[in-house]
T-cell receptor, first 112, second 109 residues
Framework: DGGITQSPKYLFRKEGQNVTLSCEQN?????MYWYRQDPGQGLRLIYY???????QKGDIAEGYSVSREKKESFPLTVTSAQKNPTAFYLC???????????FGPGTRLTVT | GQQVMQIPQYQHVQEGEDFTTYCNSS?????IQWYKQRPGGHPVFLIQ?????EVKKQKRLTFQFGEAKKNSSLHITATQTTDVGTYFC?????????FGQGTELSVKP
């Protein structure tokens, strides 16, 4: 059963804590992406990776970090430096940057 | 930077009515993709348009790419309650997708 998985679906954290969101894909895609979506808004790109061991900042990378040690995995860490971390986080993957993206089910992070 | 503007932001229709959302850019786009996101769900790819003046159909959905490749539209004929959701246009820029703000469609049965 191929696809992208994100866990957990809902996550609650206290302010000041770092938290890591999981994203795994078994589609053999080279490119992976992290987006943030706020209520009633479009998607904003946080980080993306076109190949293992390489990644680039998106439009709103401040307060976030990523790693791409394996082709299948692209975890996102929301650090305590992120001013407004409460949001819906979506991970996606694609064959390459000119192809359609496949999205995971998302993680809703609430920080209080 | 380059942006795409989507209009309208919201559209409420009676089931059976048609619906159109528009995506406009100030500069020429190499391609455009459309995604649908159901309430509480994740975006799902619908289609990619690449050629000037291209028109593609998927059942009741018709997608167009303008002659100047600066605008695109998605038209749904005879909407159904299953069409509810937010429709996004996006384009590729330097290895990343830039999303429009989306048009949220609600359908009254």
């Amino acid at each position: 059963d191929g696809g992208i998985t994100q866990s957990p679906k809902y996550l609650f954290r206290k302010e000041g804590q770092n938290v890591t969101l999981s994203c795994e894909q078994n589609l053999n895609h080279d490119a992976m992406y992290w987006y943030r979506q706020d209520p009633g808004q479009g998607l904003r790109l946080i980080y993306y990776s076109q190949i293992v061991n390489d990644f680039q900042k998106g439009d709103i990378a401040e307060g976030y970090s990523v790693s791409r040690e394996k082709k299948e995995s692209f975890p996102l860490t929301v650090t305590s430096a992120q001013k407004n971390p409460t949001a819906f986080y979506l991970c996606a993957s694609s064959i390459g940057d000119r192809y359609e993206q496949y999205f995971g089910p998302g993680t809703r992070l609430t920080v209080t | 930077g380059q942006q795409v503007m989507q209009i309208p932001q919201y559209q409420h229709v009676q089931e059976g009515e048609d619906f159109t959302t528009y995506c406009n850019s100030s500069t020429t786009l190499s391609n455009i993709q459309w995604y649908k996101q159901r309430p509480g769900g994740h975006p799902v790819f619908l289609i990619q348009l690449v050629k000037s003046g291209e028109v593609k159909k998927q059942k009741r959905l018709t997608f167009q790419f303008g002659e100047a490749k600066k605008n695109s539209s998605l038209h749904i004929t005879a909407t159904q309650t299953t069409d509810v959701g937010t429709y996004f246009c996006t384009y590729n820029q330097g290895g990343k997708l830039i999303f429009g703000q989306g048009t949220e469609l609600s359908v009254k049965p």
